[in-house]
């Protein structure tokens, strides 16, 4: 069972770049992504009633920004879409879904970065991190089979990104967005990509959209699967797709035994 993460940077722009072609030939069995930027009425008409998908969107309240959506072959059995706190929720950022007995957490974690690049958004940032985290922790702790994929934006080591030593001070590699992440895994979170990689290089998911970037591989790691240990059990793979076009991300993914399911 294939479930697929990836950030799509609008879904009226994926769509016009193949969207509908790569779902479709995906053989994924769940498929989140992140910063829709649309409103349910403009998410192309193709998409919402696509047959042998199931669409839940969660958009953000400012137009044209952020937004988070889940493809699935089948309806989730429970979708809950709120951190608790409104100066979350109006970013359109979270949705959680039950399949059976897993859960599937489809996230566009913040950018550190302010309107003009300050960093300004950290603390909220980082914020947003602590909520998530306490909110999956009970069952997390319970021993329950959790997936948190989406676009993280923070690249954990050195080796997640193609310049770490030009990016100490940039948001998204700074050591109070790492620690945070390293405060994750300490606590029972796994990195499914680097569970079977670890010392993988040049494996990346972001490229800037300046000329020749991506060409060159001048990216980082932002896009994560995390499982937690109740989930890994039934974790076969966890791949990057870089040869996926349409966005400056690339799609993310784990197969998992369906069994997961169905557990317990």
């Excluded at 890994?232 to 996926?244: C, D, G, L, S």
């Amino acid at each position: 069972m294939r479930i697929v993460s990836w950030n799509i940077n609008g879904i009226r722009s994926a769509w016009q770049k193949g969207f509908d072609k790569w779902l479709d030939a995906s053989d994924a069995e769940i498929v989140g992504v992140q910063e829709v930027r649309a409103r349910p009425e403009q998410v192309p008409s193709e998409l919402r009633e696509r047959d042998g998908w199931h669409l839940a969107l969660q958009p953000a309240e400012r137009p044209g920004y952020s937004g988070v959506a889940i493809l699935s072959r089948h309806p989730p059995d429970a979708l809950t879409m709120t951190l608790g706190q409104k100066k979350f929720d109006i970013e359109g950022r979270l949705q959680i879904a039950r399949f059976g007995a897993l859960r599937v957490a489809n996230v566009y974690f913040p950018n550190g970065n302010g309107k003009d690049r300050d960093l300004s958004r950290i603390p909220y940032k980082l914020a947003f991190y602590r909520r998530l985290f306490k909110l999956l922790e009970p069952e997390k702790q319970a021993g329950a089979p959790i997936l948190v994929m989406g676009d993280f934006n923070t690249a954990h080591r050195e080796i997640d990104l193609a310049r770490p030593r030009e990016n100490k001070e940039t948001s998204g590699f700074r050591p109070e967005e790492r620690r945070e992440l390293d405060r994750w895994l300490k606590k029972g979170w796994v990195d499914t990509f680097r569970h079977f990689e670890p010392e993988a290089r040049g494996r990346y998911s972001w490229w800037s959209q300046r000329p020749e970037v991506r060409e060159k591989n001048i990216g980082w790691r932002l896009d994560m699967v995390l499982a937690s240990p109740g989930a890994m059990p039934w974790v076969r793979a966890a791949e990057i797709h870089e040869q996926v076009m349409g966005s400056d991300h690339c799609p993310v993914s784990v197969v998992l035994d369906p069994a997961v399911m169905a557990r317990g």
